[in-house]
């Protein structure tokens, strides 16, 4: 078996990418040199710095389907379709960090909290230009696909199923921003776990988990009906599972773990943490989560924290991370035998009690 790429052989391929695509902002775009640095710090400061899991998974199942038979060329396609998951993903989180009024990101200040990248911008910050900054970001996907994969037989599949996993996201997107209708008063009836998951199934398992892996199946000719049905059924609900440790995370992980501050409670967020409160708590508690949650209030929040912790979620938690293991094993086991499937133990494995 090949060895897998290392995230620093990874890295180096991003160095590339984005010097192509800035490139051609002068000659094909008439850009002034002032945005073409704008785009240079956009870019530098959104799309690196995360922990590079779901580029480095299109590489690695490559990898995987091909074992000794695998080609450069064919990793080099591999860890670019990888960075444009990464570009999809900055777009999602700069646009996502301005709706939310996150402060940090990735150990940072959030985009839109850093200050413009303008000679002459007096400390003024990004702030709302961050929005059409996520669009650029976004547009960038399209142009790397079109430079890179433009003569490949497969480059329609290509567009297609970024369009389509990218509206999938806009749309659990939506529904996490709606699930509370008025700012004003919780309607706690809505905090279902019904809600919770197509929140999550939407929002965040189809780019996270499909589509490292269709994007895998693509450039090695597997990508049948068949395929993309299996693999659904493995990697979206690992894809919840995954979601479920990020609601834990944000609750109880530290800044140096999950190099942001955690904000789930201030947000009035259909967390998983609170609909699993819903479900066990008692009226007088109920009252608590109905008077609390969703305040910026530092007190609101530490009251809602020790309602969690007084109703041990953490235990609650941790039987589901184990029971959500033992299921996603079962599943990947039965998966007929002409299907890669150490594609889904590796994915597996790389979450599995993860901390950050």
């Given at each position: 078996m090949v060895e897998l790429q290392s995230k620093k052989e990874f890295e180096e391929i991003f160095t590339t990418i984005a010097e192509e695509v800035i490139s051609e902002l002068v000659p094909n775009f008439e850009m002034p040199e002032s945005a073409v640095n704008w785009c240079k710090e956009l870019v530098n400061g959104t799309v690196t710095g995360g922990k590079m899991n779901r580029g480095l998974s299109v590489v690695h199942s490559v990898q995987i389907i091909k074992g000794n038979e695998v080609t450069e060329d064919l990793i080099k396609e591999a860890a670019i379709l990888g960075w444009c998951i990464e570009w999809l993903q900055a777009y999602f989180l700069v646009a996502d960090d301005v709706m939310d009024k996150s402060k940090t990101r990735r150990g940072l200040p959030c985009w839109y909290l850093r200050t413009k990248p303008l000679e002459?911008?007096?400390?003024?910050?990004?702030?709302?230009?961050?929005?059409?900054?996520?669009?650029?970001?976004?547009?960038?996907?399209?142009?790397?696909?079109?430079?890179?994969?433009?003569?490949?037989?497969?480059?329609?599949?290509?567009?297609?199923?970024?369009?389509?996993?990218?509206?999938?996201?806009?749309?659990?997107?939506?529904?996490?921003?709606?699930s509370q209708p008025s700012s004003k008063k919780n309607n706690l009836d809505l905090f279902t776990i019904e809600t919770y998951k197509k929140i999550v199934k939407y929002k965040t398992a189809f780019y996270s988990f499909y589509l490292p892996i269709a994007l895998s199946l693509i450039v090695c000719d597997l990508y049948t009906e068949e395929n993309i049905e299996t693999s659904k059924s493995i990697l979206l609900p690992m894809g919840e599972y995954f979601q479920i440790q990020d609601d834990f995370l944000d609750c109880y992980g530290t800044y140096e773990q999950i190099g942001k501050i955690g904000r789930d409670i201030e947000e009035n967020k259909c967390g998983w943490l609170v609909v699993q409160a819903l479900k066990l708590c008692n009226q007088e508690q109920r009252e608590i989560i109905s008077n609390h949650y969703g305040s910026e209030n530092a007190e609101d929040v530490a009251i809602i924290k020790k309602l969690y912790k007084d109703l041990d979620l953490e235990t609650i938690f941790s039987d589901y991370e184990e029971e959500s293991y033992q299921q996603l094993s079962t599943l990947i086991n039965e998966v007929n035998d002409d299907f890669p499937k150490e594609i889904f133990d590796k994915l597996l494995a790389k979450i599995y009690k993860r901390s950050k």
């Open positions: 002459g911008a007096d400390d003024e910050t990004v702030d709302l230009i961050a929005c059409n900054d996520s669009l650029i970001l976004e547009g960038m996907i399209y142009r790397i696909l079109k430079i890179y994969f433009r003569q490949k037989p497969y480059y329609a599949d290509l567009l297609d199923l970024f369009h389509e996993v990218t509206y999938q996201t806009e749309l659990g997107q939506l529904l996490d921003l709606t």
